[in-house]
């Protein structure tokens, strides 16, 4: 399946009704980057489901609050780290935005701001044996693609993919050229960072933790029929995600919750 190629860079949420009942509101933001209050949602969800493991919750928390006292230590350490993350960050500090930070401040705002009975993260903890197979299979495709080759046309391949997708930028009132530019080196920076998941490992990564969120909705279901889970999410990832989900994968049932 397509990634940003495809996709179209959306700042309206998509919503979806589980055929079992419950719905979804799957909402975008840019990582790292604090949304103007105009894009962000409101209203009474019933959890929210991040698209991250229990135990990158509570490195967030820790790195939150590590930031308040030597404030942006974590995103120096990032934009120094020679990664795809580093170059994302070098290009969207030059821009006129509300705040960039790490840890990512949209889905921070939310861990903290609800209670964590109504948080819930959709990629299984590290001793999950089959994401821990996964994600073996994942470093080995990964070593096999990082030769000296790739690395060295790292920034062509930037360049061409934030040109590319500027055309897919959805316009909205609240969204300037300065989040549109953040907006097409995030999508840059999905790209670079999709390049390893080969042979429909990001499928098979986005179909569990898909499965997961069912499993969320099933859970909370029992207890309040007319369920809403709001999942926030990267903006390059919305359309493959909504994709996903409206295959309808398995639920996967709440046993896991006690992380």
């Not at 990512?104 to 819930?120: A, H, Q």
């Amino acid at each position: 399946m397509g990634l940003v190629n495809r996709a179209h860079l959306a700042w309206e949420p998509i919503h979806l009704a589980d055929p079992d009942g419950g719905n979804y509101i799957l909402w975008p933001h840019l990582p790292c980057i604090e949304s103007p209050v105009e894009l962000r949602l409101t209203g009474d969800w019933s959890a929210i489901a991040i698209l991250a493991s229990s135990e990158d919750i509570w490195r967030w928390k820790q790195e939150f609050s590590e930031d308040q006292k030597n404030p942006g230590a974590h995103l120096a350490a990032a934009m120094a780290s020679g990664t795809s993350l580093g170059r994302y960050l070098a290009d969207i500090t030059t821009l006129d935005l509300n705040r960039v930070a790490i840890p990512d401040p949209e889905p921070m705002r939310l861990v903290d701001s609800y209670p964590s009975s109504k948080i819930f993260p959709l990629e299984p903890p590290s001793d999950d044996s089959d994401w821990a197979d996964l994600m073996v299979e994942h470093a080995d495709q990964a070593a096999k693609a990082s030769n000296l080759i790739s690395l060295l046309g790292t920034g062509r391949r930037w360049r061409k993919a934030r040109s590319e997708v500027i055309p897919q930028i959805a316009a909205h009132p609240h969204a300037d050229s300065e989040m549109g530019a953040a907006a097409a080196s995030a999508a840059a920076w999905w790209k670079e960072e999709q390049r390893t998941w080969k042979n429909d490992l990001d499928l098979k990564r986005d179909i569990r933790q898909m499965s997961r969120l069912r499993g969320v909705m099933a859970h909370i279901r029992s207890d309040e029929p007319a369920s809403t889970i709001l999942v926030p999410i990267h903006q390059s990832r919305l359309q493959r995600i909504s994709e996903v989900l409206s295959m309808w994968p398995d639920v996967e049932t709440m046993g896991w919750w006690s992380e």
